[in-house]
C-alpha cells in the first residue's frame, strides 16, 4: 500500500498542479467538514470523491476500498454511541429507546439521539477522510513537507513527520514479509505454534526495524547530512484558473447550504 499510494500521488492527473493550491483547497474543505452538518457533509463527501477519482484520476476500486476500510472502522464503534445500559426504564428514558433486551440486573437498550449522534459522527468522518484521501492521493509526502518548510512549520515537525510516515510503512512490510516467511513454515496451523509465531514475530519485528533505522542512519551520514534534510523537486507546477474558480465556486455552494439548512 505504501508504494501503491506513492505511485498514485506521483501519477494522478493532478500531479501538476502547486501543492499548495490543492493542500489549502482540501484543508478548507476539511475545515467545511467539521463544522457544517450532515447535508452538506455528504455533499462534501460526493464533491471530494469526485475531485479525487475523476479529476486525479485515481482508480476507483482502490478509492472505494480505502473508504469500506475507513466505513468498517466506523461501523465497528457505532455500538458504543448508539447502545445503553439503564437500571430501570423510567418515562423520560422510554421516549428515547427504540429497542431494549433485559440483562445483567438492568436493561441495555437502543438509543435514538445515540443512533442519531452516531449516524452523524459517520457522516462527518466520511467527508473528513474524503479530503485527507485527496491530500494523501495526490500530494507525494516530499511536496506536503516542502509545502509545510514554506508556510512556516518548524523544521523539526517536518522531518519528524516524514520519518514517521517511512518508518510506518517500514514496519507494516517488515512485519508482512515475517508473517509471510511463518506461514509458509507452518508457524501458524496450531494454538500452541501460532502463540510462539508471534512472540517470535515481534522480537524480529523489533530487532529488524533497529536495523533498518541504523542504514538509514548511516546512509544519510554517509551523504553529508548535515542536521536539516533537504528537497529537490524537478517539477515545474502550472497554477489553474479553472481548478481554482471550480474549488472556491464548490466552497460558496456548500457555505450557501450551510446557511440554507440553519435557517430552515
Not at 455500538?79 to 441495555?108: K, R
Not at 502550472?238 to 474549488?247: F, G, K, L, N, V
Request: proline fraction near 3%.
Amino acid at each position: 500500500m505504501h508504494i501503491q499510494l506513492d505511485t498514485l500521488a506521483y501519477s494522478n492527473r493532478l500531479r501538476h498542479l502547486p501543492p499548495a493550491q490543492k493542500l489549502w483547497f482540501a484543508l478548507i474543505v476539511l475545515l467545511l467538514a467539521l463544522i457544517t452538518h450532515y447535508p452538506v457533509q455528504i455533499l462534501i463527501f460526493i464533491w471530494m470523491s469526485c475531485w479525487s477519482v475523476v479529476y486525479a484520476g485515481i482508480p476507483w476500486r482502490i478509492y472505494s476500498s480505502m473508504i469500506l476500510g475507513v466505513m468498517t472502522f466506523l461501523i465497528t464503534s457505532m455500538p458504543a454511541l448508539a447502545i445503553e445500559y439503564a437500571g430501570t426504564i423510567s418515562g423520560d428514558i422510554q421516549s428515547d429507546v427504540l429497542c431494549q433486551i433485559a440483562g445483567w440486573g438492568g436493561h441495555i437498550y437502543l438509543s435514538r439521539q445515540g443512533l442519531i449522534q452516531a449516524i452523524e459522527v459517520l457522516i462527518r468522518s466520511l467527508a473528513s477522510t474524503s479530503a485527507l484521501f485527496f491530500i494523501v492521493l495526490t500530494i507525494p509526502a516530499i511536496d506536503l513537507a516542502t509545502t509545510a518548510q514554506k508556510i512556516g512549520c518548524p523544521q523539526i515537525l517536518v522531518e519528524l513527520a516524514l520519518l514517521v510516515y517511512r518508518f510506518i510503512f517500514l514496519l507494516a512490510d517488515t512485519a508482512q514479509k515475517i508473517v509471510t516467511a511463518q506461514v509458509s513454515r507452518g508457524g501458524y496451523r496450531i494454538n500452541r505454534l501460532r502463540i510462539y509465531s508471534l512472540n517470535l514475530l515481534v522480537r524480529q519485528l523489533i530487532g529488524r526495524t533497529a536495523s533498518r533505522y541504523q542504514q538509514l542512519t548511516l546512509g544519510v551520514t554517509a551523504r553529508g547530512f548535515q542536521q536539516e534534510f533537504r528537497f529537490w523537486q524537478p517539477l515545474q507546477y502550472q497554477y489553474s484558473p479553472r481548478y481554482a474558480r471550480e474549488s472556491i465556486i464548490g466552497c460558496v455552494i456548500l457555505i450557501i447550504g450551510e446557511i440554507l439548512y440553519l435557517h430552515r
